[in-house]
Every structure is written in C-alpha cells, then in structure tokens.
C-alpha cells in the first residue's frame, strides 16, 4: 500500500476474478496505487461486509465535501386525494355503524377513474344523535353551509345514508346521499300514476366549495325491462349517442335475464342548473359478476377511447366481483359517460337492506 | 365468448415471460398491445373450440394466478390441440402441483391420474383437444419433467403419468442460441431419426429461426423436435406460413402484428428424416396465460 491515501478507484472483470485498482484519480483516471485481484466469491462476501461498516456511518460522516446525495424523504408527499378519501373512510367509520363499501369506476371520453366509493349506513345504527352525528362527519367533510339546513330538514324521512367519495381529474368531490323510506302505497301510486319518486337527495362537493351540485334521483317502480328500455332510448336521442344505447341495452338484456321479474331497479337522475341527465339501473339481483358483462365494459373502453392496457390493469383486479349497479348518460359536464359499480363489502358485515 | 371479445391487453406490470416462464426483455414497448393468451383464444375460436376449453384456461388461472400457465397451440395432421405447461421450480416445495391444477379443471374435466407430490419434478403439462374440452373424453396421462443433475447441458426428462405406469417419454437439451449453435447443430445430427448425409441441417436448424435466444433439442420415443426459444413477430409468421398453419391464424398474427411485436414467441416441431425428406409430425406455437 502507497502512504499517500488513495481518492480513487476502478474495478474490472477478469475471468472469473474481480480486480480493484486503488490510487489517485485524475485526468488519466486511476494511477498510482495498488491492484487487488479477488476470486469473485470474495469479491461478494468483501461487499457484503462494506455494506455492514459503511451502515454505521452517516452518510454525510463519509466526507466533508462529498458531493450533496439524493435523500429518500422519511415520509412521501401525500396525496391529497389518498388523505381525503382516508378522511372519509375515518369518519364514517367513527359514526359506529355498520356500513357497506362499495365501488365505482368511470368511463368518459378519453379518461378512466376509479378512485370511487360509497360507503352506506342505516342511520337506525348510529349510537346518539344521528342526524347531528352524519352532519358533524359532513362537516369535517367541508360540506357547504348553504345545504347543510337542508339535509337537517330532511332527515326525518332518511332510510338510509350514502356517504361517497369521487377523484378525478384535477377534481374531488364528497358525496352525501339521503335515501328516502318509500313505502308501498306510495310505490303503487307511482306505478299507477307512472310518476318516478324521489328515491334519493345527493349533495356534492368539492373542498372549499361555497355550495354543493344537489341531484335528484327519481324512481321508476315497477318497470318492466321493456319499460326500461325505453327510458333508455329517451335517454340518448341523439344519433352519435346510439353506441351508449346499445352498451346500456346489452346490460339490462342480461341482467333481466337472471333476475327475477320487476326485481331491477331504474333510477333516473336530474340536476338543478345543468344538462345533467342519467340513470342508474341497480343489477345485485342478477348476481352477475363483472367479467359476465366484459363485453358491455370492453365496448364502453373502446367507445371512449381508453387505453386498453390502462383498462386491463384495473379489470384484473376487479373482474371477479359483485356486478352492482351501471350508471350511464349525460353528465352536468355534457359528457357521455358510464360509472359502474360493484363489490358491496360489509364492514362489520354487509347488511343486506343497504345493498 | 368469441375471441374477439375477449382479447386482452398488456399493462405496465405484466411480466414478459417464455415457455419455461423464463423473464426476457420485451421486443419493444408493451403496454396497450396484445398479451400472447390472445393468440390461444383465437386458436380455440378458429379451431369452433366447445366454451369449456375457455372455461378451464379461466380456472387454472384462477386457481394458480394469472401468468402461470404455458400454453402450447399445435398442429397435427388430425389438426389443431393444445398443451397446457405448468412450472414451480421450488420441486417438492411446489405450490403449482398436478393435484391442485386438476383439482381446478375437475368441473370440466375428469382424471384418474394421481401425481406422486412427493416426487422432485419441477414441471408438468397436459394435454387439451376437442374431446377433453367437450367432456367427451378423460385426462388419461399427465406429463411430468424432471431435472437431469451433473449433465453438462441444462437438460430435462419427461414421464407420462398414467392411472396404472408411469414411462419415459422424452429427453429435452438446451442451448444458448448465441454461443452454442455449434453444439446445438451437433445434438440434432447425433440422432437414430437423422442421416446427416441425407439432408442438410438447415433443414431443421433454420436459419430463419436459428437467430433467436435459446435452442432446445428433445429426444422423443419416435422422433426428435426442435425448438427456437425467444423469436419475434416476423419469425412467427415465418414459422406459420413454413408449417402451414391455418390461414385464419396466420392472417390473424399478420394482422395484428403491431400488437404482438413486443412479443418474443417460442416455437418448435417434430420431426423424422426419411429418405432425405423432412416429415413434420406436428409443431407448435407456446405463449403464457
């Protein structure tokens, strides 16, 4: 070994031996040190037992005037729509209920998003002031004062809450829905008068909105799967929106082909102040799972210009479950669009009046 | 479900796999194209396959995941059958087994064959044709390959496994493409099927296809096979067009050629040298599902 320290190194293969040369680094690279030759089986035990030295040095500690290193921060950046759909999560959770979880993906033209979900409560389950308790959690959702009266008004008629959460884009959006007990009279009427009923009152939010999108959700009871067929093509008049008709059709021929007669729900969707108008036909009866409507989805992909490789990715995973509900038509945005839902979970279990 | 239906498509994380389930690097960029599991599809839809056949391809992946599974698309002279491969190196310590494979097929398809687990294969396949997959006909032998410790060539052993024997099948020998074409050429011409006096090697090792990664040679009861190991697309048609292959799967490969390109196919044939001729006795394509 030469006295002066050595500041530079290069390594080389040579059969089956690993040479090192040490010595000083300049211009012409490495000069003037010494050569190790290492079986490469030495070679690996010596790198082995350098990993373990060198990890009780900081790595600052290795030279004052080390070149400044990439630092792996402790903790990610976070995302906001990961924190926000974590809050959701959380504070539902904290209303003690028993709840379903249940899925959604979105299919618009050129854009996939699936960070979407329902989270569903009787308010019945709710240990003390229910109403008070799901508008402290809308609260802490950002809900907008303007509409948080309304839902206070109206919680005495409630079922059932939705509580949803929605990433896409560059937007979020919290969701609350109050279900509504229709009773059977009522229904009769509806059917006799065929007159939808309001099944739902959704209010919807992004963070730091003034006010929040309220949707109505009017139920068509008692619809035949021809009777919903044809709501359908009123739905999409148009001659280009001919595509989503067919999609849609394809779904409700198979599910009313394994569920029982009159057992399909049809909701139909209005917003104030936009051209929003959609529906949601509710398919758990069918008890299909997705990959019994691939081809609906695959045509909606194709339909939309999705990236089949992007699609696929998510279809793996999800391809097995629970085909619940498609949703379809025009979006607030005037967009042609479907949402598809699936996989209701319980968490403590699922409670099949919430499905 | 016909094919076209059912076509599915290479995402970010897929693996790019051989027909040992080997890693390659892809061809090109794969994202957006097809995965190979389409080309036997399109083999079942081509060959009016009963919807079983898609139904017991979906529960071996079900039940052993997706990626896990070989399939092999051959001609023969009575035409097209299939070959599933299933492999797990860990050998005893396996959880891809004969039992839990046919254990998954079993509402489609019986077997009285019974895999000693105990024994230390790291590979077995078995057999798909229109009967197996109509329910017509039972899964009478499984294929189990075995290693072959303290050869010089990375080499393996095949058994058929039957209800009551099991007997030796094949032996199968592997060769880098790159640095041992030599060596490759040489285990074809030392063969009871081969006069090499009789017909030129690059009849068998062909020089379109002999560009590839890995070369394997097997020694089979009656004859031998080769095979070409990490090829492209234009190779598969090349190989197609030379075994003559039903031109609905040729024209489908050509057709959607941009979308296999980042695919590096396998491919092989059988084969007996008879007075100077070449006979193929079948051949095939593989891919991974």
């Not at chain 1, 598809?340 to 403590?348: A, C, E, F, I």
Request: hydrophobic share 40%; charged share 25%.
């Amino acid at each position: 070994m030469t006295q002066q320290q050595p500041d530079a190194f290069r390594g080389l293969v040579d059969g089956q031996d690993i040479v090192v040369e040490f010595g000083q680094g300049g211009p012409e690279g490495v000069t003037g040190g010494s050569r190790i030759v290492l079986p490469a089986e030495t070679a690996r035990r010596l790198l082995a037992r350098l990993g373990d030295t060198l990890a009780r040095f900081a790595p600052e500690a290795l030279a004052q005037d080390a070149p400044l290193r990439g630092t792996t921060p402790l903790n990610a950046p976070p995302d906001p729509a990961g924190e926000r759909a974590a809050l959701t999560l959380r504070l539902v959770a904290g209303l003690g209920a028993p709840r379903n979880h249940e899925r959604s993906f979105r299919l618009a033209p050129g854009a996939l998003t699936a960070n979407r979900f329902l989270l569903s409560l009787n308010p019945v389950d709710i240990p003390g002031d229910a109403p008070a308790r799901v508008l402290q959690a809308c609260e802490g959702l950002g809900m907008p004062q303007a509409v948080r009266a309304e839902v206070a008004r109206r919680f005495g008629e409630v079922a059932c809450v939705h509580f949803g959460f929605e990433e896409g884009g560059s937007r979020m959006l919290s969701k609350l829905y109050l279900e509504f007990e229709l009773g059977e009279a009522a229904r009769q009427r509806a059917r006799a008068q065929a007159e939808p009923l309001l099944l739902h009152l959704a209010f919807k939010w992004a963070p730091g909105d003034a006010d929040a999108v309220v949707s109505r959700y009017w139920l068509h009871p008692g619809l035949t799967a021809q009777g919903i067929a044809e709501r359908l093509l009123a739905m999409y008049p148009q001659e280009a929106q001919r595509p989503s008709l067919e999609i849609a059709r394809s779904v409700l021929e198979l599910a009313a082909s394994r569920a029982p007669a009159g057992a399909l729900q049809y909701l139909e969707v209005t917003e104030d102040g936009n051209p929003r108008r959609s529906w949601d036909l509710n398919c758990y009866d069918a008890v299909l799972q997705l990959k019994d409507v691939q081809e609906a989805l695959y045509a909606m992909r194709d339909r939309f210009g999705i990236r089949p490789g992007q699609f696929q990715a998510l279809y793996d995973q999800v391809r097995d479950s629970r085909f619940g509900h498609l949703a379809g038509g025009i979006h607030r945005d005037g967009a042609d669009f479907f949402n598809v839902y699936y996989g209701v979970s319980g968490y403590p279990r699922v409670v099949a009046r919430l499905a | 479900m016909r094919a076209a239906t059912r076509l599915e498509y290479a995402t970010a994380d897929d693996p790019a796999l051989n027909y040992c389930l080997w890693q390659y690097v892809p061809a090109a960029p794969a994202e957006d194209k097809f995965r190979s599991v389409n080309l036997l599809w399109h083999s079942f839809e081509v060959a009016g396959l009963d919807a079983r056949a898609g139904a017991i391809v979906e529960a071996i992946r079900d039940a052993i995941g997706p990626f896990r599974t070989v399939f092999g698309v051959k001609l023969l002279p009575q035409g097209l059958a299939w070959e599933l491969y299933f492999y797990d190196y860990e050998r005893q310590g396996r959880t891809v087994s004969a039992a839990r494979v046919l254990e998954a097929i079993a509402p489609w398809v019986r077997s009285p064959v019974r895999v000693d687990e105990n024994l230390p294969y790291f590979m077995f396949s078995i057999d798909l044709d229109a009967r197996i997959a109509a329910g017509e006909q039972e899964l009478d032998v499984v294929h189990m390959y075995i290693g072959n410790p303290h050869s010089q060539v990375s080499s393996g052993i095949a058994y058929a496994v039957r209800e009551r024997a099991t007997t030796l099948e094949n032996f199968y020998f592997f060769f880098d493409a790159r640095t041992q074409q030599r060596e490759a050429g040489e285990k074809i011409s030392c063969s009871a099927y081969y006069d090499t006096g009789s017909l030129p090697l690059e009849r068998i090792l062909l020089p379109e296809l002999k560009a590839c990664q890995t070369i394997c040679v097997a020694n089979k009861q009656t004859h031998d096979c080769v095979y070409f190991s990490g090829i492209v697309v234009d190779q598969l048609l090349f190989f197609l067009e030379r075994l003559r292959y039903p031109a609905a799967l040729v024209d489908f490969v050509r057709e959607h050629r941009g979308r296999l390109d980042h695919l590096r196919f396998d491919v092989g044939f059988d084969y007996r040298v008879e007075a100077g001729r070449l006979v193929v006795l079948k051949s095939g394509y593989y891919g991974v599902c």
